[in-house]
């Protein structure tokens, strides 16, 4: 079945810890992919999306995320996490305008 | 505030109750989504317009769930006879459409309508 998959239910840093939350993804053929971020009380965000060109994708935040199409992977990153990247994470892929999203990966960043 | 809006944003109703909401788009946008999210899991698509039309609907979308967008602005989803497992929250969201040739568009959320059928 056509699905996406975030390995990482929740995950709990320190400050200045590096970030890397799986993402993967079932779909053959061409796709666009996404990174959406639900911060505490907030609608979803969008942090970064993957069209084509450049695999490695820089979005906002000091987030960046690596597409390797052999691996059917979109990993997120980030070199040093803060308090405030405290939220939900979702995985998002669009296969003819069905937007498929992973179950999600909640963050906690300890102060 | 020129993002997407949704109204309510909590509705409480009995079971058995019709219940309606809506979304207002970022007005430029001609593309509009609706979403089901429950807890722990991330948005499932339900259904979405092009304008006033409505391309595709997905299989959760029961008979009776109804979404309309009648001149291609705002939209309603309508839950008939409402039951315990309609509980969750929907989630609105609008985008440009997308190009020949497959350039697909961010979608924008709405902060969502939150349902709880007692």
């Known amino acids: 079945a056509q699905s996406v998959s975030q390995h990482n239910h929740h995950v709990i840093l320190s400050e200045a810890a590096s970030l890397e939350l799986g993402c993967n993804y079932s779909y053959g053929g061409t796709v666009n992919l996404f990174w959406y971020v639900q911060y505490p009380g907030q609608h979803l965000q969008l942090l970064l999306k993957?069209?084509?060109?450049?695999?490695l994708v820089k979005g906002i935040k000091g987030f960046e995320a690596e597409f390797i199409k052999s691996k059917f992977s979109f990993n997120l990153r980030k070199p040093s996490v803060q308090w405030s990247d405290t939220a939900e994470y979702f995985c998002a892929v669009n296969l003819n305008n069905d937007m498929r999203f992973g179950a999600g990966t909640r963050l906690t960043v300890k102060p | 505030d020129t993002g997407v809006s949704q109204n309510p944003r909590h509705k409480i109703t009995k079971r058995g109750q019709n219940v309606t909401f809506r979304c207002d788009p970022i007005?430029?946008?001609?593309?509009l989504y609706w979403y089901r999210q429950t807890l722990g899991q991330g948005p499932e698509f339900l259904t979405y317009f092009q304008n006033e039309a409505q391309l595709e609907k997905s299989r959760l979308l029961s008979d009776r769930f109804s979404a309309e967008r009648p001149k291609g602005s705002f939209s309603t989803l309508e839950i008939q006879r409402t039951e315990q497992g309609d509980s969750a929250m929907y989630l609105c969201?609008?985008?440009?459409?997308?190009?020949?040739?497959?350039?697909?568009?961010?979608?924008?959320f709405g902060p969502g309508t939150r349902l709880t059928v007692t």
């Open positions: 969201a609008s985008s440009l459409a997308g190009v020949a040739g497959g350039l697909f568009y961010e979608q924008y």
């Open positions: 993957y069209f084509s060109g450049d695999p």
């Open positions: 007005s430029e946008h001609n593309r």
